[in-house]
């Protein structure tokens, strides 16, 4: 999953992303909390780069997410 998501981002091929808007953000950690692979979301939202690569997509930030700061894009 890896090489497949540099292999995309060096092609610049589309594929499901997350995107997020730090404005929309009120900072409640719920992301990060239920986050399956411990990963601090909350801090990646901040900088609105979701790009991680022990992200495995499954959604919980987005579906936990209040605020709809997260979201999934193309």
Request: aromatic fraction near 4%.
């Amino acid at each position: 999953m890896i090489i497949g998501r540099k292999i995309r981002n060096s092609a610049n091929w589309r594929a499901l992303k997350l995107v997020s808007n730090k404005n929309e953000c009120v900072n409640c950690m719920v992301c990060t909390k239920k986050c399956p692979m411990s990963l601090d979301v909350n801090e990646m939202v901040q900088k609105e780069n979701m790009e991680n690569t022990e992200c495995i997509l499954c959604g919980s930030c987005v579906d936990n997410c209040s605020k709809k700061a997260i979201k999934f894009s193309f």
